[in-house]
């Protein structure tokens, strides 16, 4: 039974994290990158790469297939 919502959270968490992710993807993919794949934001005074779109991407399936994985073990326990 402890196992159980010990993989729950963790499918919970892994969830989160994948939305956290996917709504930064969303948000970075619009941007407008200037040739050498960067976009400086004058309010913040951060420059964003434009690699860093794929990562959150990798990152948000990442983290879905785990959630998805988890909730799948704690299902069969």
């Known amino acids: 039974m402890m196992q159980r ?3 729950c959270l963790g499918a ?3 969830l989160a994290l ?3 992710s996917a709504l930064i993807w969303q948000g970075r993919g619009g941007l407008r ?3 050498e ?3 400086f934001d004058q309010a913040t005074g951060i420059v964003v ?3 860093s779109v794929e990562v959150y991407a990798i990152l948000t399936m990442a983290f879905s297939v785990i959630s998805v994985a988890l909730a799948v073990l704690a299902r069969r326990r």
């Open 18 to 20: 994948a939305a956290g």
């Open 12 to 14: 919970f968490i892994a």
């Open 37 to 39: 794949g960067r976009h």
């Open 5 to 7: 919502g010990v993989l």
């Open 49 to 51: 790469h434009q690699h």
């Open 33 to 35: 990158f200037s040739d």
